[in-house]
């Protein structure tokens, strides 16, 4: 199979090849909830193997992982028409110990993540350690209109500290600079003084270092490098992994390409936070012919393992988040960076190749990190994403009325999306509203989406889909 492979040519060979497997992919379960068989053997973690990085603003040792609170495990599967779910905090706890025991010392959340749960849950689990085993770092995410002004960022930035019971914060961030274009960052961090205000608070001790998270609108980044000598920025929270490395603007032009973004950083000396190595769990999912190259090269290692290298092997990534919502994801991780083995040139250009073939699949480039949610109409926004790409991914799209599995991989498209998304939250009950538009980090045209999968599913239950040629 050469690099340049069309989709439609993809599809008709991973089908044939995927026929033996078709037994295990029925229901297409989202990621989050389906561990992979890369950890049904899996080994213990070493204790006081972690790789760390120093941060030369601060000194700060930190670990090369980072525990993301975004996707923390919830009590049972049932959720509210707004998404919502209670947090399980006895597991929550549990990850946290075993985390910390296994040398991870970098806590990242917000008051956006978890539906607004994710800071409470992450102080009462850090709480029970001694302070300074760990540096917390948390995010004034300001995204709707209404806490645009001075006063209610100010509100909203001493309430992170209530929620995590501290009396500093180790590592602060503007939250998702960028998205929703750079007049709304404007209005949001320079024209109110937040900026000024969070300088001050560094100086007074209340926060130790300073950054921002960026997505979108690159304007706003290169506004924020070029004042690099008025803020002197600690840290920088962007996208890695090696799809977005290169193909970020490509698979959406708002988006910038990591390769540019961490050039920029390098040049003024920015330790680089990685979020998104994994593309919401996407690169721990690619195609099995993908999959089955990695493991050619290194069966012991999982498929997620290799984005997660990539990510560390870059000297001035000072941490790599992971949202890890099961014990054996984190253990995977920690394996991977206790202590890194870093890739080799040789493993750098096998991983280029591959993004150039995932490229090619035309996936929506949904994340899961839920920004979006929840809709104001109960629409599971992530959960019909993921479904829908985890079935492309899998060869199990029912793509082409006239192959011999359709029938069958129309049935199970169809019951699988039934199983992970429930039917009054399906993309049938989008209206078209553009309440999510402004959320989302990667500007995912969502309402134009979801009319394209409602049509689609609405033939697949006529079975009478026509073949689509290509854009």
């Known amino acids: 199979m050469t690099n340049n492979i069309n989709r439609r040519s993809f599809l008709k060979t991973l089908t044939a090849g995927t026929a033996a497997t078709a037994a295990a992919l029925v229901g297409c379960k989202r990621t989050s909830d389906n561990a992979s068989d890369d950890y049904t053997q899996q ?86 350690h001694p302070r300074k085993d760990f540096f ?85 980044f290169n506004w924020l490098m070029q004042h690099h000598d008025q803020y002197h920025w600690n840290f920088c929270q962007i996208e890695l992994n090696y799809l977005d490395w290169d193909y970020a603007n490509e698979i959406n032009d708002s988006n910038t390409d990591a390769s540019i973004l961490y050039g920029e950083l390098q040049k003024r000396g920015i330790p680089a936070v990685i979020m998104e190595p994994l593309l919401g769990g996407r690169l721990a999912n690619i195609p099995q012919f993908l999959a089955a190259r990695l493991k050619q090269h290194e069966p012991e290692r999982s498929i997620a393992s290799w984005a997660f290298r990539y990510a560390g092997s870059h000297k001035d990534v000072l941490t790599v988040l992971s949202g890890m919502t099961y014990m054996e994801h984190l253990k ?40 979006c949610m929840p809709c104001p109409w109960g629409v599971d926004i992530p959960g019909v994403f993921t479904h829908y790409n985890k079935c492309i991914n899998e060869g199990t799209l029912p793509h082409d009325e006239q192959n011999e599995d359709y029938a ?25 509203c553009g309440h999510c538009l402004p959320h989302c980090p990667q500007s995912i045209q969502i309402p134009q989406e979801m009319n394209r999968l409602t049509d689609f599913i609405d033939h697949l239950k006529r079975g009478d889909l026509v073949k689509k040629t290509e854009a």
């Open 408 to 432: 069958r991989y129309r049935r199970q498209y169809l019951i699988g999306l039934d199983r992970v998304v429930p039917r009054d939250r399906q993309p049938d009950h989008c209206i078209g």
């Open 136 to 220: 917390i770092a948390t995010k004034l995410s300001n995204f709707a209109e209404e806490t645009w002004s001075r006063q209610a960022s100010i509100e909203m930035y001493h309430e992170s500290f209530r929620q995590l019971q501290v009396d500093h914060i180790d590592y602060y961030l503007l939250h998702a600079v960028g998205m929703g274009g750079f007049e709304q960052f404007r209005k949001r961090y320079v024209d109110n003084g937040i900026i000024d205000f969070l300088v001050e608070e560094r100086k007074a001790g209340r926060i130790r270092n300073l950054g921002f998270s960026f997505h979108g609108d690159v304007e706003a």
């Open 332 to 371: 995977d991780n920690l394996i991977n960076y206790c202590p890194l083995k870093p890739l080799t040139a040789d493993d750098e250009k096998m991983l280029y190749a591959m993004a150039k073939e995932i490229f090619g699949l035309n996936t929506i480039p949904c994340n899961d990190c839920k920004y």
């Open 43 to 128: 080994v213990e973690p070493p204790k006081g193997k972690m790789t760390y990085r120093l941060n030369p603003s601060t000194h700060d040792r930190v670990s090369l992982l980072g525990y993301g609170m975004m996707r923390l495990p919830t009590i049972g599967d049932s959720k509210n028409k707004k998404g919502d779910a209670p947090l399980d905090q006895e597991m929550i706890d549990k990850l946290v110990d075993y985390a910390i025991d296994h040398g991870v010392n970098y806590f990242d959340t917000s008051p956006a993540y978890c539906q607004g749960q994710s800071e409470r849950a992450t102080g009462l689990a850090l709480k029970r």
